[in-house]
Structures are given as structure tokens and as C-alpha cells.
């Protein structure tokens, strides 16, 4: 799907009509909850991450009590406690929860604490092809459907649009034009890096773009048998170009050997660089004057870049919703999960106008005219990337798998190591780590 200049046009016209009119969605009775209340009084209990998204569901949980006589109790826990408690009520809960949400990375190793819902799914007619591929697959484990994603987050290239267009440049639509892109910017400006990106150890964080370049490469982190795939030619050559980025063509910061994520949002907040590939959440960053020099009219955005005939790609984070295997109430807590798998909910949530939050995870949603009228496009920029990308599948070995991937990439971009011996030493660590199960 190609994003055309009218529609750029149209989206701009609209989030003007949008702001004017103050637009909101109405949330109505949802769909496929079954008549005549048989679980009223029941009361769920929810366990689940603290996001503002979340905060808006239980704000509206007036209407699903409304149309099935059930209530709901959230207990919200922060980010940095969650795969804990998630843990503990697998291990040692007595069914406290009826229904609990966890990010991609965990689901593998918390199979055991949800129940299959293809069934469920099934009975309730909830068509999966609402959600992107990419979304949906991270709620399933060994075939079988353990939850249905709720939040989720793409990466789409930021860019500073007043400086393009005082240069009368384009988004880079390739990796090959982004390093041109970036060049023409180092100098006509100085001071201004052209696109900033994390290089250093943290979390993962120095992967999460290049995955971009692995899928556009044509490329796979693992080939059919699972066994290590991103020291193949394709997946070498991948890497090279991610580290070009800073060793050879210079396009990035002095510093980006060392950089966090964070450290690259902060470069180009503080102006300091004209391109950011990263989280669609990070636009709420550079719009906060407490946290960055650039205003809202200085930001551009557009999908993240590919190879020269090459589909788009965007890397993915996905939380999912799922029932508890010990929860004694899972009709009433399918009810539940019926209801927030609704695209009338995500909408509404999105419309509103006192909420801020970007995250649309359903089709309907990512590409309908209101919602890109208010974040200017955004959505449908964010589905260009979603229809034909890769996607991880994150087994119980994955954070040992991720740090022998992000130590790899820290010596290819400091230069202690070549592409190839650092790569071909993490497929060895991979192996060994796969061995061990």
C-alpha cells in the first residue's frame, strides 16, 4: 500500500476539520456478547500493565457492565513489576485473576499461565483478520491462540520537516536514499547529524532498527529448523549497513557507538540530528517543551525505509490479553475480553478528545479517516509498514538469545570485532543456548 501525495493532503485537511470540531467517537453496545446477562454479578479481576490505554478502558467499563451485569477490578501494575507479577501468579496464584495481559517476549514463557482461546474465539465469531499478522502471531504458542492483542507499537522515521523543506528534500523511502538524505543534511546544516540511531548495549535496543534492514535484506533471524539465520549473506550484509550508518558513511552522531534509545530520541529533541527511526509513541517526546526544543510543526513522519523494491517492514511490541488457566470465572472473563477485542472501544479511546494515546492495533482503526484526521496520517503511514512485515517469534530462550544478538552488534559498530566474526561468534552462542533448551 502506497501512501500518496492526496492522501498526505487529505490528512492534514482532516486533523484541521478535527481539531476545529472537537470530534469523539460514541462507544455503543459491542458485539458478540451474549444476550440476557447469565454472568451478572459476577465481578472480574484484572491484572494489567499501567498505560494510559488501559487507564481508558476502565473509565469505560460503565458500558460493558451496562450490557452484561458483570464488573470489573483493574489492579495496575508499573512496567518494570509486570513480567513478575505475571510470574508469580503462574507459579503460585490461586486463580486471583481472570484475565492478565503480557508484552511479546514473555508469552512463550508464561504459556503455562494462560488458557487456549481458539475456541472461544471461534464461538464468539471475533475475526482475527482485524489485527495484523505481525500483532496476532505474538498471541500464539505452539499453535494454539493464548491471547488477543490490545496495545501495540510500530516504528515509523521521524524527520525534521523544516529542515526538508527549507532543502527541498524528501523522505528517504530506501536505506540507500536515508544515507544521501543524511549527507545533503550534514551539509547544509552544521551540527546536524543526519539520522540518529542506538548502537550501545541496552536491552536490545541496539537491534530494534536493524531488524529493519535483516527482513528488507531478505533475511531471518532463524531459518526453518531454528537454528541461526542472521549470519547468512543476506544477514551479514544487513548488519554491514546498519553499522555503515556510523563507521562508514558518518551520518549518525559522534557518540551513537555508545547510544541508548533514549540517547537517540534525545539528539534529535535537542536538535542535534534530522532523522529518528523508532517507536511511533516517541512523537508525544518531541512534542513535550519539557523534553524537547522542537515543535509540533518541525516533525515529519513517514514509514520506516526498505530496500530498493523491497516491501515495507516495521519492528513490533505487542501486549496481549489472555484468561487465566486458574481464573474459576472464564465464560465471564471471555465476555470481558469480547469486549475490549472490539474496534468501537480502540476507536473511541482514539477520538477522545482528552486522551493522547496513539496505539491502534485493528485495521478498521489504523486506517480510518477520523482517526488519521486527527494524528495526521499517522495510522495509515504505521498499516504501510504492517501488511507485509516480519514479525519475531520469542521463545523461552529469547533474552539470552537478544543479549548474545545486542553484545554482537556492539562490537560490529565499536569496530572490536568484524561483521562476520562477531555474527558467526553469536550464532555459536545461539546454538549453545538452544542446546541447553
Known amino acids: 500500500m502506497a501512501l500518496r501525495r492526496r492522501d498526505i493532503l487529505a490528512g492534514a485537511a482532516g486533523a484541521a476539520a478535527f481539531a476545529a470540531t472537537g470530534a469523539k467517537a460514541q462507544l455503543g453496545p459491542a ?10 454479578g459476577t465481578e472480574l479481576k484484572v491484572l494489567c500493565v499501567v498505560a494510559s490505554q488501559f487507564r481508558a478502558h476502565e473509565a469505560r467499563l460503565a458500558t460493558f457492565t451496562e450490557q ?48 487456549p482461546i481458539d475456541a472461544r474465539v471461534r464461538e464468539k465469531g471475533i475475526p482475527l483478520d ?13 499453535n494454539r491462540l493464548l491471547g488477543l492483542p490490545s496495545r501495540g507499537h510500530v516504528q515509523l522515521l521521524f524527520y525534521r520537516k523544516d529542515l526538508f523543506e527549507k532543502h527541498n528534500l524528501t523522505p528517504p523511502a530506501t536505506w540507500e536514499a536515508l544515507v544521501e538524505t543524511g549527507k545533503a543534511i550534514q551539509e547544509k546544516e552544521s551540527g546536524i547529524s543526519g539520522v540518529a540511531v542506538p548502537y550501545g548495549r541496552n536491552n536490545g535496543q541496539n537491534l530494534m532498527v536493524w531488524y529493519n534492514f535483516l527482513w528488507g535484506r531478505g533475511g531471518t533471524l532463524f531459518d526453518e529448523r531454528g537454528q541461526p539465520a542472521f549470519n547468512s549473506q543476506a544477514g551479514l550484509a544487513s548488519v554491514q549497513d546498519y553499522v555503515d550508518l556510523l563507521r562508514r558513511h558518518r551520518v549518525t552522531p559522534a557518540g551513537a557507538v555508545s ?32 523534553a524537547s526544543r522542537l515543535t509540533d510543526a518541525q516533525i515529519g513522519f513517514a514509514p520506516m525505509p526498505s530496500y530498493a523494491g523491497r516491501p515495507r517492514t516495521t519492528f ?42 496513539v496505539v491502534a492495533v485493528m485495521w478498521p482503526n489504523l486506517m480510518d479517516d ?21 514479525s519475531i517469534t ?33 550464532a555459536a552462542s545461539v546454538r549453545r543456548i538452544a542446546r541447553r533448551g
Not at 533514549?262 to 511511533?280: C, E, I, K, R, T
Not at 484468561?323 to 469486549?339: P, Y
Open 31 to 40: 458485539p458478540n456478547l451474549r444476550p440476557g446477562k447469565p454472568f451478572a
Open 68 to 115: 452484561t451485569g458483570i464488573t470489573a477490578k483493574y489492579t495496575f501494575v508499573p512496567f518494570a513489576s509486570m513480567r513478575e507479577a505475571l510470574t508469580a501468579e503462574m507459579v503460585g496464584g490461586g486463580g486471583d485473576y481472570d484475565l492478565a495481559i503480557a508484552m511479546d517476549q514473555w508469552v512463550a514463557s508464561l504459556n503455562n499461565l494462560f488458557d
Open 130 to 142: 482485524r489485527w495484523p499478522a505481525a500483532h496476532l502471531r505474538q498471541g500464539t504458542v505452539n
Open 259 to 290: 547510544f541508548t534509545e533514549q540517547d537517540a530520541v534525545n539528539s534529535m529533541g535537542q536538535g542535534n540530528s534530522a532523522m529518528l527511526p523508532v517507536w511511533w509513541w516517541v512523537r508525544s517526546t518531541l512534542v513535550n517543551p519539557q
Open 316 to 357: 513490533t511490541n505487542t501486549w496481549v490479553w489472555g484468561i487465566t488457566q486458574r481464573s474459576r470465572r472464564k465464560d465471564a472473563a471471555m465476555e470481558l475480553l469480547t469486549w475490549i477485542a472490539n474496534p468501537a472501544l480502540e476507536r473511541d479511546i482514539l477520538l477522545d478528545p482528552k486522551e493522547s494515546d
Open 370 to 390: 477520523a482517526v488519521n484526521a486527527r494524528f495526521g496520517g499517522m495510522h495509515r503511514l504505521a498499516a504501510e509498514g504492517l501488511r507485509d512485515t516480519q
Open 394 to 426: 520469542f521463545g523461552p530462550e529469547w533474552p539470552q538469545i537478544s543479549e548474545a544478538l545486542e553484545t554482537a552488534m556492539s562490537e560490529a559498530a565499536s569496530g572490536t570485532r568484524s561483521v562476520p566474526d562477531a555474527f558467526n561468534a553469536a
